[in-house]
C-alpha cells in the first residue's frame, strides 16, 4: 500500500470527443492515475471503450493507466490491455469463476492486478486472494453508471478489508469508486481507503485541480 492518497479520476466522465486532451488536463491537475472504466454492455447495460482507446491515449499521458474491467469473462482481455499499455487491472469477482487464476494472467504479463467487489459482495468472496493482489476496489454504487449516490455501507467493508491487511501483513492499495466528492473521500480514508476514484465530481468542478486536492484530503 502506498503512503500517499492516490486520486484516480474516471475519464467516463471525460468529452469522449476530446479524451486526449481529457489525459493531459487531468495529469496536468496532479492526478495520480487514469481511471479506465471498461463495460460490455453484459456485466452491466452500458458499453464503453475497450483496448484501442487505451492504446490512443497511452501517447496523451505519463500517468498510469488503471482499468477496472466490468466486463463478463475478462481473462480473455487481459493481453489486449497490456499491449495497449495499461498498468493495472482489476476484474470483479462477480464476473469470473476463476478469478485467483486470471490475478495471476495479469500479473504475468508484468502488470500490477487487482480484485473489484460490488456494493453486495462481501469481502469474504476475495479474502484468500488478496495476497495475491496489489489492490482491492471496492465499488460505493452499483457499475454501470456515473455520477451516482455514494453508499455507506461501503465504509464498513472498507475497514474490514484494512483490518485483514494488518492481521496478514498483507499491504494490497484499497481502492473506492462511485460517489466519490470531498466530503465522502474523507470518510473513505478515515475507514483506511488510500486509492479514489472520482468521475463526476472532477469533471463538473470549475477547478479540477483544486478538487483533486480536496480528495486527497
Ligand atoms: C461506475 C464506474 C465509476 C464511475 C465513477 O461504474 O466504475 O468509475 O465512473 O463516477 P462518479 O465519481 O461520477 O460516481
Ligand atoms: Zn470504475
Known sequence: MTDKILVAPSILS?????????????????????????MDGNFVDTITFGPAMCKALRSHTRLPIDVHLMVENPIKYIIPFADAG????????????????TLQHIRAQGLKCGVVLNPASPIELVKWVLEDCDMLLLMSVNPGAGGQSFIPGVLDKIAQAD??????????DIEVDGGINPDTAAMCREMGANVLVAGNSIFKAADRAEMIRKIRG
Not at 14 to 38: K, N, P, Q, T, W
Not at 86 to 101: G, L, M, N, S, V
Open 14 to 38: 471525460a468529452d469522449f470527443a476530446r479524451m486526449g486532451e481529457e489525459c493531459e488536463s487531468l495529469e496536468a491537475c496532479g492526478a495520480d492515475y487514469i481511471h479506465f472504466d471498461v
Open 86 to 101: 495499461a498498468d493495472i487491472i482489476t476484474i470483479h469477482a462477480e464476473a469470473d469463476k476463476h478469478i485467483h487464476r
Open 163 to 172: 483490518a485483514f491487511a494488518t492481521a496478514h501483513g498483507l499491504s494490497f
